[in-house]
């Protein structure tokens, strides 16, 4: 994780996936159900695991 870069980008959620709340948002709405799906949609994997929270918390506001 490059934190200076997410520092710089506050709705960069993974600077090693460049992964944007808004892609992570758009793959919900397109209906991943979790957090792996998320990924794959995202044509990325994890790699630090430091989005997988964010990711899941955003999930589980989904209604």
């Known amino acids: 994780m490059n934190h200076e870069q ?3 980008e506050p709705d960069l ?3 090693c996936s460049d992964l944007y709340r808004q ?3 758009d ?3 397109g ?3 979790d957090a792996r799906e998320v990924m794959y949609d995202q044509a990325t ?3 630090c695991e430091m989005c997988r929270p964010i990711i899941e918390r955003m999930l589980s506001r989904r209604d």
């Open 23 to 25: 892609d992570i948002q």
């Open 13 to 15: 959620v993974c600077t």
């Open 6 to 8: 997410k520092a710089r």
């Open 27 to 29: 793959a919900i709405d």
């Open 31 to 33: 209906g991943c159900e």
């Open 45 to 47: 994997q994890f790699r």
